[in-house]
């Protein structure tokens, strides 16, 4: 994740978190200030990391934004896949 963070240009913005290299090594980073991203569909099947994908991308909120600034709700209804991140501020 440091490796992310570190390479490529960032937005301005206080929304983003870093998705993965792009094809010339650069950091990728997806905003949620912008139109493009006004939601975000998430498809696969079972066992493809749907999770690990959520759980990137609320750690790379958390650490682009400014502190206290994030407020999320993630429901999980198996009640095992987010259980570690119930002590996170920023989930309710």
């Known amino acids: ?3 992310l963070l570190k390479n490529g240009e960032r937005s301005k913005s206080d929304a ?17 200030e912008g139109p493009s ?3 975000i569909l ?8 749907k ?7 609320v750690m ?3 650490l682009c934004a400014p502190r206290d600034s994030v407020a999320l709700t993630l ?6 896949t ?3 991140m119930k002590d996170l501020r920023c989930l309710e």
């Open 16 to 32: 983003v978190f870093p998705l993965g290299l792009n094809i010339d090594g650069k950091t990728f980073w997806a905003d949620l």
């Open 42 to 49: 998430l498809d696969g099947a079972s066992g493809s990391d």
């Open 75 to 80: 429901i999980d209804p198996k009640l095992v």
């Open 51 to 57: 999770s690990v994908l959520l759980r990137a991308i």
């Open 1 to 3: 994740m440091e490796n």
């Open 82 to 84: 987010f259980t570690d």
């Open 60 to 62: 790379g909120l958390l």
């Open 37 to 39: 991203m006004a939601s």
